[in-house]
Nanobody
Framework: VQLQASGGGLVQAEGSLRLSCKVFGSTASRYGIGWFRRAPGKEREFVAA????????YYADSVKGRFTISRDNAVNTVYLQMHSLKPEDTALYYC????????????????????WGQGTQVTVSS
């Protein structure tokens, strides 16, 4: 599979953005998807993840209640709806596919993901 992230941009604090992760390939719907981000000078960190069928989701504490991950397997796309954005959400956002097809559990470890997209920049101004 191949992944392509889009939807980033510049937004004011308390604003909203919706990121998309398009998954290409005949087996696209078999994989859980995770969103990670990397801010300048910081390590890549987990943001949110969703299982292959959308039955489970998990969020980092820092985004819980503000971000929502969802997927539409009919169009092989995973979304990250972000509300109440803060300057500390500024980062390059990546999506990755879980290495394990049909996996019912979720991982927050980037080592469990593969086929990273190119990333999309989110900048939140104060």
């Amino acid at each position: 599979v191949q992944l392509q992230a889009s939807g980033g941009g510049l937004v004011q604090a308390e604003g909203s953005l919706r990121l998309s992760c398009k998954v290409f390939g005949s087996t696209a719907s078999r994989y859980g998807i995770g969103w990670f981000r990397r801010a300048p000078g910081k390590e890549r960190e987990f943001v949110a993840a969703i299982t292959w069928n959308g039955g489970r989701t998990y969020y980092a504490d820092s985004v819980k209640g503000r971000f929502t991950i969802s997927r539409d397997n009919a169009v092989n796309t995973v979304y990250l709806q972000m509300h109440s954005l803060k300057p500390e959400d500024t980062a390059l956002y990546y999506c990755g596919a879980d290495r394990r097809p049909w996996e019912p559990t979720l991982s927050t470890r980037s080592e469990e993901y593969d086929h990273w997209g190119q990333g999309t920049q989110v900048t939140v101004s104060s």
